[in-house]
């Protein structure tokens, strides 16, 4: 496994690392072998996003013995509220939340400390002023508990303005091939160059979206992974992954051929608006009517794939060739179309989720079409 160094971090990570949100939920036995797997094949740089304390009890019986070999980076600024997430800037509660991540992982520093989800910029204020969220992560940077201080975004204008301050080591930013032409993208690139601060590249699958073939052409996990290492600055690139086999079929990028790799011809073809695109990331949530809006948009978006006899022919041919699928890739099994929510017509049109959305998806709308299409299948 190649290894690139981390900005001005000092930390060598993985060129291939993992993130674990698709792990939650899942059973300890699949969590830690979908770790030590990763471990063991080279994957060294691991990305820790919620607080649940399932999730984080099942990474860390999965770090056990191996923590020396990992570096983790670990989020403040979410929380939960009845097993949902939601976000906060309460710095006693993430302070809090913190040293309960060190205690679960039984550790006594996270590697890179990242500030979650920082879009607008009242929010980047918020989080910069007196007593907030960077003055907290500073004072476990020097307390020895954090490494290195990192910000998550997925607008261009904080991003930068994050990059350019001097106040972060690390900056995760959505890339993949289907945002390639988004405006302003080049200058976050060249700032993290410029600044040495380390670029991790998420959403490198844009949620599973970028499966969808297109016009008679379909791009694989190796394309979306080599075309986001090959851009500028970028150190790092963390796909999910739901399973082992998930997992192996991402690990297969390092014995691919450079024409495997190759995306050279397919990306015009493969180039989507960032806006209104919902990668079921769910940073809409908390919903006040309990809605899980993410999970809800995926299962409409697999009842309208599965409406599309051209669509049903693609994943009937994938499905031949492997029983897997990416998170978010659209699959037509039976099951799937009986999977309804049952929970979309609870919407109440508040529109709180299209606030927090960072794609800016028409969320009731989607609701509206979820209610039609998804709670008549019962």
Known sequence: METRRLGRTGIDASVIGLGTEHLHKKPRKTVVSVIHEAIDRGVSYF???FSFSDYRDNLGAAFKGRRHK??????????ETDGRYRKTRFVRECDVLFHDLLK??????IDVLVLQFVDKEEDYEEIMKPHGLMDLARRLQKEGKARAIGLSGHKIPVA??????????VLMFPLNLAWNVVPGREEILQACVEEEVGLVAMKVFAGGRIFQKREGKSVTPAQC???ALSQTGVSTVVPGVRNLNQLIETLRYLCATNEEKDFNSIVRDFQEDLEGNCVYCNHCLPCPAGIDIGRTIQKLDKILAASSDKLKTVHKTRSEKRSFYYPGRIRTARGDLEDHSGQASACT???????RCPF????ISEMKKAAELLETKA
């Open 70 to 79: 990992v570096v983790v980076a670990g989020h403040i600024g979410c929380a």
């Open 47 to 49: 990305d820790l996003v």
């Open 225 to 227: 992974l080599h075309y």
């Open 160 to 169: 930068l303005k994050a990059v350019k301050s001097g106040e972060i080591d």
């Open 349 to 355: 049109e508040c529109g709180v989720c299209m606030e």
């Open 104 to 109: 679960r992982l039984d550790t006594d520093h």
């Open 360 to 363: 800016g998806v028409d969320v």
